[in-house]
């Protein structure tokens, strides 16, 4: 392999599909794959290759990553985004829009529920969050912009215009 854009150019979309066999959404395979190649580029700096494929060796980084994600998405339950919204304010738009949140929310992968409730109902900083995850800030700002356009979308099948 002579620089990383060459591994990227020929087997990220390789790459790419074997995560998203194996995740809900683009996006998350999407975010995986950055991952996977930023891990590489960060590793070739003390590492030398050897006789292993780089194909063989990113799908061993992927399939770390992948457990890692699904430890940290077990992690990040902290409290759900339905509960917490539930007692975190006096309900100021009523019990129909309130309702809708709470469908809205269920709708949407456990990872991002638990995402946007550490955000948005417990205030928590994006490098605590980064930290406990595992991911850079950039990664996780990334992750909270999809899980705020995920509810938006879900919201608006429930005929609600955030």
């Known amino acids: 392999m002579n620089e990383p854009g060459d591994a990227y150019r020929r087997h990220s979309g390789e790459v790419f599909a074997y995560l998203r066999r194996r995740v809900r959404t683009d996006e998350c395979a999407e975010d995986l794959t950055q991952e996977v190649f930023a891990d590489l580029i960060r590793a070739l700096e003390t590492f030398q290759p050897g006789p292993t494929p780089v194909l063989a060796l990113l799908y061993t980084v992927a ?66 969050l980064a930290a406990e995850l595992g991911v850079g800030v950039p990664a996780l700002k990334m992750r909270y912009v999809r899980a705020l356009d995920a509810l938006r979308v879900e919201l608006e099948r429930e005929g609600i215009e955030p």
């Open 63 to 128: 399939r770390r990553r992948l457990v890692d994600t699904r430890r940290q998405s077990a992690r990040l339950r902290i409290v759900p985004l339905v509960e917490a919204s539930a007692v975190s304010q006096p309900n100021e738009y009523g019990p129909a829009v309130a309702e809708a949140l709470r469908r809205a929310a269920r709708r949407l992968p456990v990872g991002q529920r638990g995402l946007l409730a550490a955000r948005l109902i417990q205030g928590r900083p994006y490098r605590e």
